[in-house]
């Protein structure tokens, strides 16, 4: 309560919260297509290589204007997305190989060049490592425009090229064939990723910046099949992430806010993991349960029908452990037979020797026949 | 526009990937109306064949004609069903969708589809018997489901033209029969269809005209013509006896390659 209050006066708070929602609902949307496309990797190599760009932006200009530095971070992200490419088409580098190449080379540059910058720039340089873990508490209102209206004309030019990129996701050869320039859609495509990335490492940083763009995608993944609720939910896992990050952070002393946000991503993707209906482990691990249950007593009611048949008595009697004997023991008979007995379609007589009912033999022939099973 | 001009005409098509010639002075001609396979071994350039009609791949020579005309001029007549592999299936998206895709082209940009196009896509899925599975997740399709859904996508660019990749490529017996039922339905629709395909066997069954690929082509005409051992057997190497049952239709005593007339 008292951090909802503080959320409401709190201008600092504020802002970093409305900031980091705004990242993470761009992140999101637009991560979404990364990670379809399986291209979680460039977004990290996209961000990584925004710290040269950086650097290079204030050492031309001297300025700590966060759009100056944003410009120089897109500069060096497109620099390095077309380097990715290019040696990809000309050489025989494969495109994983390209990109870890790229991430560590403009990394490096990165560093050295903000070591340059603090050794030779005066007083008024410091700060700039602050883009590596992101520096929330720095955000003003200004920012968060900017944030917004960026983020808000990828987002528009994704809506309106939607069936494009879909396309472009699923099935680049056939769109290809209809003569879209898919080409031209990836190189968009790509620019507005470069954005949605772009835009966070301010509050979160190069270093953890990639997760805000596969975290958010791969969670929502497991709770839709349908490419607009995925990027829907995409960008409300990233917005509620990112603002609880926020206010993670500030409610307790010493909680950097970026990785707190990267954390409370974290969380999501687990929770999304384990508990999503259909793709998630635990549902799956419940179905299969229920599956190889129900599987146990189909066998255990043909195996009984089995039995009968050889006795040319439909009411002959066995007793479980023959059963048991028959499933070389592999356990679970007795359970099978107690629910067998609960949809009456078998019945218990003198203890331990179970046959089948009326409606158990018709079941049972039933399954042999679809079964193409011949007992006789 | 020639009118009686042929579906497809190739002349000296040769395409390269790093000095490496994938398909070598390629020479074709497709009589409009006519079923043809296209067979050849594992790395013989079908696929890169039918792509480079498409323009989906950069010759390095030749010269593709589609009714007389250039691929750009004529692209609305084709239409393309690329190998099943191609895709990732467990993309979020349901049959109808994928199916919406064929549409996409004349649609033109920033339009989404809408009902009309819908009732197209739901026809098409239909004709391949797959309209109950229209809101299905498509990775809860089997493979000859998945194989439908694309040639639905293909029907509903109501193309003359249409390039199969593979369409057989690991199906049911359901499937191919319901395949094989469509590519004569749209012979009689006067439409031309070339497929990839890799059962020989079928191949006079299933086909009008063949051609026989190994990165050069080495025969092309109608089956009965040019689908002997002989042509077989430079394509494939020598050990093509056991890829053909002997008792399918009398081999024709034609030894030499048969060039196009």
């Known amino acids: ?376 | 526009m020639d009118s009686n001009a042929p579906a497809l005409t190739v002349r000296d098509l040769t395409v390269a990937y790093r000095d490496e010639p994938v398909l070598w002075d390629i020479d074709l001609t497709v009589p409009a109306g006519i079923l043809m396979g296209i067979v050849g071994p594992n790395g013989a350039g079908k696929t890169t064949f039918i792509q480079t009609i498409l323009g989906l791949v950069d010759a390095a020579a030749g010269d593709v004609r589609i009714f007389g005309a250039s691929y750009e001029e004529q692209r609305y007549r084709v239409g393309y069903v690329p190998q099943r592999g191609s895709v990732d299936w467990d993309f979020p998206t349901n049959a109808l969708d994928v199916v919406l895709m064929g549409l996409y082209g004349q649609l033109g940009w920033f339009r989404r589809p809408g009902a009309t196009e819908r009732e197209a896509a739901r026809a098409a899925l239909d004709k391949v018997g797959m309209a109950e599975y229209a809101d299905r997740q498509i990775s809860q399709l089997s493979g000859g489901q998945q194989q439908r859904v694309f040639l639905a996508r293909a029907l509903v660019q109501d193309a003359d033209l249409y390039f199969m990749d593979e369409p057989f490529q690991g199906v049911d017996a359901t499937t191919e029969r319901a395949i094989i039922d469509l590519l004569r339905e749209l012979r009689e629709r006067g439409c031309t269809v070339v497929v990839v395909h890799h059962d020989l066997q079928t191949v006079p069954e299933y086909f009008d005209h063949v051609m026989l690929l190994n990165v050069r082509r080495i025969a092309s005409g109608p089956v009965e013509e040019v689908f002997t051992d002989e042509n077989l057997r430079l394509t494939y190497g020598g050990r093509v006896g056991f890829l053909r049952r002997r008792q399918d239709a009398p081999v024709p005593p034609d030894p030499v390659p048969h060039n196009e007339s």
């Not at chain 1, 883009?131 to 960026?150: H, K, N, S, T």
């Not at chain 1, 218990?348 to 049972?364: E, I, P």
Request: aromatic fraction near 6%; glycine fraction near 10%.
């Open chain 1, 1 to 376: 309560m008292e951090l909802l209050h503080d959320l409401l006066t709190n201008y600092t708070l504020r802002t970093v919260a409305l900031g980091a929602a705004t990242l993470g609902i761009v992140g999101g949307g637009l991560g979404s297509y990364a990670v379809l496309r399986g291209q979680s990797l460039l977004g990290d190599a996209i961000s990584h290589a925004a710290l040269p760009g950086i650097a290079l932006a204030f050492l031309l200009t001297g300025s700590k204007d966060p759009a100056v530095l944003m410009l120089g971070a897109a500069g060096a992200g497109v620099v390095a997305t077309l380097a990715i490419l290019g040696v990809t088409e000309t050489t025989r580098v494969k495109y994983d190989s390209a990109l870890a190449l790229m991430l560590s080379v403009f990394f490096g540059l990165g560093l050295v060049l903000l070591t340059y910058i603090q050794r030779h720039a005066g007083a008024s340089q410091a700060g700039l490592d602050a883009f590596l873990f992101g520096q929330a508490a720095a955000l003003v209102e200004r920012d968060v425009i900017i944030m917004a209206l960026l983020g808000g004309i990828a987002l528009l030019a994704m809506v309106l090229c939607w069936k494009e990129f879909k396309l472009l996701a699923f099935d680049r050869t056939f769109g290809a064939s209809l003569g879209l320039p898919m080409r031209a859609l990836d190189i968009v495509l790509t620019t507005l990723l470069v954005i949605a990335i772009v835009i966070g490492l301010q509050t979160v940083g190069v270093v953890l910046m990639s997760a805000v763009i596969i975290a958010p995608a791969a969670a929502a993944r497991q709770w839709t099949d349908r490419l607009g609720w995925m990027v829907g939910l995409a960008a409300l896992f990233g917005a509620l992430s990112g603002a609880g990050g926020a206010m993670v952070s500030a409610s307790m002393a010493n909680m950097p806010t970026g990785p707190t946000i990267v954390l409370c991503m974290g969380a999501v993707v687990t929770f999304s993991l384990l508990g999503a209906p259909n793709r998630g482990l635990l549902w799956q691990w419940w179905r299969d349960r229920r599956n190889a249950r129900r599987l146990r007593r189909e066998t255990v009611l043909v195996d009984l029908y089995a039995l009968a048949l050889k006795h040319g008595d439909m009411q002959y009697a066995h007793d479980e452990s023959a059963l048991d004997a028959m499933l070389a023991w592999s356990g679970g008979v007795h359970v099978a037979l107690e629910r067998l007995e609960d949809d009456g379609l078998v019945t218990r007589t003198n203890g331990h020797r179970w046959r089948l009912t009326d409606a158990g033999v018709q079941q049972a022939q039933a399954l042999a026949d679809d079964l193409h099973l011949s007992l006789r």
